[in-house]
């Protein structure tokens, strides 16, 4: 005999299993919100490290261009003071 027919002539066992159902239930949706919890620390954590590294190259650039600009003025500046003073 399954649990249905069982459920069906006992109202006492058709509780004890809807109970028992919800409680399995209530255990997976705890597990699933630790789980999404999880997964949202970790991608918030994962974004900051991007953010970081984004940063971090852009100040490369910055760095490298401010160098270039001011490598084509001193050598500019000295083509001038040679061809032109």
Known sequence: MDTTEIEKKSLEAHVELCA??????????ETLTENITALHANVDRLAGTMHKANAKVNDQLLAWGGSLVVVLLGTISWLASKYFV
């Open 20 to 29: 028992e159902r919800y409680r399995q239930l209530d255990h997976r949706l």
